[in-house]
């Protein structure tokens, strides 16, 4: 009776360890989720992530924002150091807090501003790219999903997904690359690039003019057939005041 008992469940243990490696290959693929797993900070200390850049060295050198330590203190670091906002400029810093598996924050440099709800950004590690971490992403999508329309939530381009992701994760602001209290429209300008108005005019325009004040001409009386005075130009080089002076004779 033992043996009849026993025989059963030898076999469906067999059957199980058969099918066992069917069974995993059958588990359908996990998706990845659309940024770095687990942030950034300065280093490459992050587990499981092979060497390569992360978020805040690259986000330094190309906005010029001297701040350092993990992504998600940017935002607090920058106060009263550097001016914050909610509007993306070009040069600017986007500043995501610890969110889901992105403990550690991270941040990106806005290298376009193409409409009000769109820029294009410049940051490291966020997508995997050939299945590696550390990588560089230039002028890629994030586009603004929050409801108010103020870049606190937003959608960021994925390179496994070949288009934005489909995580709306939330943003800080904008770190400015400028001290606080300057002037909003003097920021816009300045982060613009723009130059001072220059003249057209070339430098040889004003040459040979004579200042007014010396160009005065001097005037000479000259009685006429009916005893009144007139004044008449003797400049030496004024051909035309010549001719209308013998006309007047």
């Known amino acids: 009776m033992l043996g009849m008992r026993a025989c059963p469940f030898t076999i469906t243990l067999a059957a199980a360890l058969a099918f066992a490696p069917l069974a995993v290959q059958a588990r359908p693929a996990m998706l990845l989720p659309d940024a770095a797993s687990y ?12 060497s390569g850049i992360q978020c805040v060295p690259y986000a330094r050198a190309r906005s010029g924002v001297q701040l350092y330590g993990d992504a998600h203190t940017w935002w607090d670091q920058a106060a009263g150091r550097y001016a ?16 889901g598996p ?3 924050g991270h941040v ?7 409409d009000a709800r769109t820029v294009l950004l410049s940051h490291a590690n966020w997508s995997p790219i050939d299945g590696r971490r550390g990588q560089i992403e230039d002028n890629v999508r994030a586009v603004d999903v929050s409801p108010a329309g103020d870049w606190s939530e937003v959608r960021v381009w994925y390179a496994p997904l070949g288009g934005l992701g489909t995580t709306h994760w939330p943003v800080n602001g904008f770190i400015y690359n400028q001290k606080p209290g300057v002037p909003e429209r003097t920021a816009v300008l300045a982060s613009a690039g723009a130059q ?4 057209r005019i070339g430098a040889d325009f004003l040459k040979g003019i004579v200042p007014e004040a010396s160009a005065r001409p001097r005037l000479a009386s000259k009685p006429t057939s009916s005893g009144r005075v007139l004044a008449s130009r003797t400049m030496a080089n004024d051909p035309i005041g010549r001719i209308i002076a013998s006309r007047m004779r």
């Open 84 to 99: 914050r906002g909610s509007r993306p400029r070009v040069g600017a810093v986007m500043s995501f807090p610890s969110y």
């Open 102 to 104: 992105m403990q550690l």
């Open 196 to 199: 001072p108005v220059k003249s």
């Open 39 to 50: 942030g950034d900070g300065d280093t490459n200390s992050a587990p499981g992530i092979p």
């Open 108 to 114: 990106a440099a806005v290298s376009k501003v193409i």
